[in-house]
C-alpha cells in the first residue's frame, strides 16, 4: 500500500514507519492519522514484523503536534469527533497492540506528538529533542490522550506542571522525570532503536503480545478518562480562548486570553 504521508519500511522483522511531512515539522493532519492507524494495523497483522519503530522525518522533530490549521475553525461537534476519532483509531489502539513499537523521539515532540510518543511501548530521544504539551498556550488541552498518559508516566505533580504550564522540556529532563527511557546523540538514535529491537525480535513473539497485553491492562478501564478527555476537549472549542490561541499560532504571534 502506498502512502502520501508517511513512509513504511521493512528490513527483516523489524518495520521503521515515519511521518514525513518535514516542512510542517510532520505535524498530525487528519490523513496522517488514518495513515499512521492503516500502516500499524497492518505491521501488527504481518507475522513477519517483531517490531515497529516509529520516527519523523528530518533532523528537526519527530511531531510538532496536531496539525493546528486544520482544526483551528472546527466547531464543538467536529473538534469531539476528531479527539474521538484520533483515540480510536490511533493513540488508543497502539498500547493494544501485540507488537511492540518503539518512538525514535529525533527533535520536537510537542501535543500530538508527544502523544504518539506516550502511545509508544518505549521511547528513546536524541539530545536536541524537545517535549511538552503546550495546548493550554492554545486555549484547548491535549485531546489524545495526553491528560491521562503523561500523569502514569511521570507522576500528576509534573504532569499538572508540564500540562498546565504549557512548558517545553529537553531529552535530559524527560530522562529524569521516567518519561523517556534514554537519550542518545542524534546520529546514533537510529541505532539505539535498531539494537533495542533486535534484542525483543529474538523473544517469543507470542510472549512479547502476552506481556504487553498484562502491562496495559489498564488500557481498558482507561476508558472513562479518555471520555472525560474528549468531551474537556471538545469544550474548549466553543470558547474565545480557543479562536484567539489557534489564531495567534497562526498569525505567528503570542496569544492574549481574556481575564474573565
Ligand atoms: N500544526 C501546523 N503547522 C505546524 C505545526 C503544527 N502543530 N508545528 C509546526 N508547523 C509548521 C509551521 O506553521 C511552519 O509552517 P510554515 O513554514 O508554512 O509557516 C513550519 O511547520 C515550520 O515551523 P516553525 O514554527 O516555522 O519552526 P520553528 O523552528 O520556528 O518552531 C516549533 C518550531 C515546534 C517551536 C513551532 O513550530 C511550534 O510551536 N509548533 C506548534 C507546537 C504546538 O503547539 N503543538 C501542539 C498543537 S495542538
Not at 472546527?74 to 518512538?103: W, Y
Not at 542518545?184 to 517469543?204: F, H, W, Y
Amino acid at each position: 500500500m502506498s502512502y502520501k504521508n508517511i513512509l513504511v519500511n521493512r528490513d527483516r522483522n523489524i518495520c521503521t514507519v515515519t511521518v514525513n511531512r518535514p516542512s510542517k515539522l510532520n505535524a498530525l493532519n487528519i490523513e496522517t492519522i488514518a495513515e499512521l492507524s492503516a500502516a500499524l494495523k497492518a505491521a501488527d497483522a504481518d507475522p513477519k514484523v517483531r517490531v515497529v519503530i516509529l520516527s519523523g522525518a528530518g533532523d528537526k522533530a519527530f511531531v510538532a503536534g496536531a496539525d493546528v490549521s486544520e482544526f483551528a475553525s472546527f466547531s464543538k461537534q467536529k473538534g469531539r469527533e476528531l479527539s474521538a476519532t484520533g483515540h480510536r483509531e490511533l493513540f488508543d489502539m497502539i498500547p493494544r497492540m501485540g507488537t511492540p513499537v518503539i518512538a525514535a523521539i529525533n527533535g520536537y515532540a510537542l501535543g500530538g506528538g508527544l502523544e504518539l510518543a506516550m502511545s509508544c511501548h518505549i521511547r528513546i530521544a536524541s539530545e536536541n529533542a524537545v517535549m511538552g504539551l503546550p495546548e493550554t498556550g492554545l486555549g484547548v488541552i491535549p485531546g489524545y490522550g495526553g491528560t491521562q498518559r503523561l500523569p502514569k508516566l511521570v507522576g500528576k505533580g509534573p504532569a499538572f506542571e508540564i500540562i498546565l504550564s504549557a512548558k517545553k522540556i529537553d531529552a535530559n529532563e524527560a530522562l529524569r522525570i521516567g518519561l523517556i527511557n534514554r537519550v542518545m546523540p542524534q546520529d546514533r538514535l537510529t541505532e539505539a532503536c535498531t539494537d533495542l529491537a533486535k534484542r525483543i525480535a529474538v523473544n517469543s513473539p507470542t510472549a512479547v503480545a502476552a506481556a504487553i497485553r498484562a502491562v496495559n491492562s489498564d488500557e481498558d478501564a482507561a476508558e472513562e478518562g479518555a471520555n472525560v478527555e474528549i468531551e474537556a476537549f471538545a469544550s474548549c472549542f466553543d470558547s474565545e480562548d480557543f479562536k484567539e490561541g489557534t489564531s495567534a499560532f497562526l498569525e505567528k504571534r503570542k496569544p492574549k486570553f481574556a481575564l474573565e
